[in-house]
């Protein structure tokens, strides 16, 4: 199983990022996927996630109204739209699938800097 994300960048506050999680080796279908972030010197946070079919999410307080998680299960592909970005937003983002039987899976990381 591998989870391989993209989409890392370098942005102004204001502006926006969307970040790209690609699965393989697993049945996407069959599991949740999240993001979540690290920034320096912090723990690794819940950004967002979404159920298998996509028909629920959920968003981190800090996020809410800024960050879109969606996916497309026919690519295998998570997505975490980013607007309206502000310099705390800057981390290395991470792509996590679990199973129903909680199986987990995280991918490398992408690193999103934002400069004020």
């Known amino acids: 199983e591998q989870l391989v994300e993209s989409g890392r960048g370098l942005v102004q506050a204001g502006g926006s990022l969307r970040l790209s999680c690609v699965a393989s080796g697993l049945t996407f279908s069959s599991y949740a996927m999240s993001w979540y972030r690290q920034a320096p010197g912090k723990e690794r946070e819940l950004v967002a996630d979404i159920t298998s079919g996509g028909g629920n999410t959920n968003y981190a307080d800090s996020v809410k109204g800024r960050f879109t998680i969606s996916r497309d299960n026919a690519k295998n592909t998570v997505y975490l739209q980013m607007n309206t970005l502000k310099p705390e937003d800057t981390a290395v983002y991470y792509c996590?699938?679990?199973?129903?039987?909680?199986?987990?899976?995280w991918g490398q990381g992408t690193q999103v800097t934002v400069s004020s």
């Open positions: 996590r699938a679990r199973s129903a039987l909680g199986y987990i899976c």
